[in-house]
């Protein structure tokens, strides 16, 4: 075994496997640990490419002794052993910093603390459409280490959280979307904000003046730190509140897209995806595809006929005339904000889990003109309770996702939405947020 050619990684999820095969196909000698268990899936992958691998350990001799490591996303800088990683001085990188040196595709990288599964996800589905041959990565579908060494995909669409920005270091987007920036994962961030706002803007790091940044005007975070950096790629702003040429704003309910001297319009009515919020996720969108210099009435026929992702608003059905919505994505305040501000009916929200520092003062606004009760879904709600105690008449604590519904449907009347929309992180009660979002469709089949 050549030493020079170890590589170890750690966490053995999709981004971990992917990374394994790749690295193997260019030849590492690889070895995959995971702290907790390996899902039966992921172990059959390991074992049928010879890929060696250990589960509910990390056997510190071994990873200690690769050139590089490849962490998921997942793990935090206080975790032991990146810390002993640090003192030593061996790179740890993410999985998207490692496939991006086997690919020369061209890069679409989105992020953003609220919308930027939407936007990958309808920018991806303009583009397939449009007939372009692009992956779907990140933070969504199937690893992107993986399809590197398995595609050959032109293009690549990438949904980038906070956690991978933050081991990239020589990665570049080709065309760069940050949505907005609100507090969230500041557990991760040494509960500075200006650390997490910092994270986001990696996106735009080694861009060249041939490459584009596409960002929210009207967010005030992201105007503050494009103030404090000097910025190589070509500037497209996106606003509701002000003209924006080159770039995208509203005009008289029509959203108007000028790149490169073309023009595209389209009304807000037309949208497949409605709410304040989704204009500006669907600009972001329409810029990347002009920018990509694709035909208006492909535009127009993907940006409304797009289906949403499950688990982010997402229509569960109607029951004695109450609408049930699942939108258990919604893991921090913003979200929860933006699923609100959408609703035009009286509603009963769902609310609760792992708090991460929530601050709901933005949220007291909106539960006071459209909030009738608030169903807890969660071990510890008394945050939920200080919160909102002066705002609704109604506060109950629940301790399923089944209890939750049941009440909730108890609570409404003909003509009100049940909206599943926590604000919080789902661990103390389930797997994750698809599996709240699972158990609560259940729930609303049964009753």
């Given at each position: 075994m050549k030493s020079n050619k170890n590589i170890a990684i750690l966490g053995a999820g999709e981004s971990g496997v992917g990374a394994a095969y790749l690295a193997k196909l260019q030849g590492y000698d690889v070895f995959v640990s995971d702290f907790g268990t390996i899902a039966d899936k992921y172990k059959k992958q390991l074992s049928d490419w010879n890929?060696?691998?250990?589960?509910?350990?990390?056997?510190?001799?071994?990873?200690?002794?690769a050139i590089e490591v490849i962490k998921s996303?997942?793990?935090?800088?206080?975790?032991?052993?990146?810390?002993?990683?640090?003192?030593?001085?061996?790179?740890?990188?993410?999985?998207?910093?490692?496939?991006?040196?086997?690919?020369?595709?061209?890069?679409v990288g989105i992020t953003g603390s609220n919308g930027k599964t939407t936007t990958t996800s309808l920018t991806y589905h303009i583009l397939k459409n449009a007939g372009l041959n692009v992956g779907l990565a990140g933070n969504i579908g199937n690893s992107f280490a993986y399809q590197v060494a398995t595609e050959q995909f032109d293009t690549y669409v990438l949904e980038l959280s906070s956690f991978m920005l933050d081991d990239m270091y020589r990665f570049k987007t080709d065309i760069a979307v940050l949505l907005n920036i609100t507090p969230d994962h500041l557990d991760r961030y040494d509960y500075k904000f200006e650390n997490y706002a910092a994270s986001k803007f990696r996106i735009t790091q080694?861009?060249?003046?041939?490459?584009?940044?596409?960002?929210?005007?009207?967010?005030p975070e992201t105007i503050k730190v494009m103030a404090e950096r000097k910025l190589e790629a070509q500037l497209l702003p996106f606003s509701i509140q002000k003209k924006e040429d080159p770039g995208a704003y509203l005009n008289n309910d029509q959203i108007i897209i000028n790149v490169h001297q073309q023009h595209f319009q389209m009304s807000i009515s037309e949208l497949a995806l409605q709410?304040?919020?989704?204009?500006?996720?669907?600009m972001a969108s329409g810029i990347v595809a002009k920018v990509l210099e694709l035909r208006n009435p492909v535009m127009r026929d993907s940006m409304s006929n797009f289906k949403n992702i499950e688990h982010r608003l997402e229509s569960v059905g109607k029951i004695s005339g109450i609408s049930f919505i699942n939108d258990s994505?919604?893991?921090?305040?913003?979200?929860?904000?933006?699923?609100?501000?959408?609703?035009?009916?009286?509603?009963?929200?769902?609310?609760?889990?792992?708090?991460?520092?929530?601050?709901?003062s933005m949220l007291k606004d909106l539960v006071r003109q459209k909030v009738k009760a608030i169903v807890c879904l969660g071990k510890d709600n008394k945050?939920?309770?200080?919160?909102?105690?002066?705002?609704?008449?109604?506060?109950?604590?629940?301790?399923?996702?089944?209890?939750?519904?049941?009440?909730?449907?108890?609570?409404?009347?003909?003509?009100?939405?049940?909206?599943?929309s926590p604000a919080c992180a789902s661990f103390d009660l389930f797997k994750n947020y698809e599996?709240?979002?699972?158990?609560?469709?259940?729930a609303v089949k049964e009753l």
């Open positions: 890929i060696r691998f250990e589960e509910n350990k990390h056997t510190e001799e071994i990873i200690l002794s996303p997942g793990i935090p800088e206080k975790a032991p052993i990146i810390k002993k990683l640090r003192e030593k001085q061996i790179p740890v990188i993410s999985e998207i910093e490692f496939a991006g040196r086997y690919t020369d595709a061209k890069i080694n861009q060249t003046a041939n490459d584009y940044f596409i960002y929210c005007a009207d967010d709410g304040k919020h989704n204009i500006y996720n669907s994505k919604a893991t921090n305040v913003n979200s929860t904000w933006y699923a609100l501000e959408s609703m035009t009916s009286d509603v009963i929200l769902i609310l609760g889990g792992v708090d991460k520092g929530n601050d709901y945050r939920i309770h200080d919160a909102f105690e002066n705002d609704v008449d109604i506060i109950v604590n629940t301790y399923s996702a089944q209890e939750a519904a049941q009440v909730s449907y108890h609570l409404a009347e003909k003509g009100d939405t049940v909206l599943l599996d709240r979002g699972n158990q609560f469709k259940q």
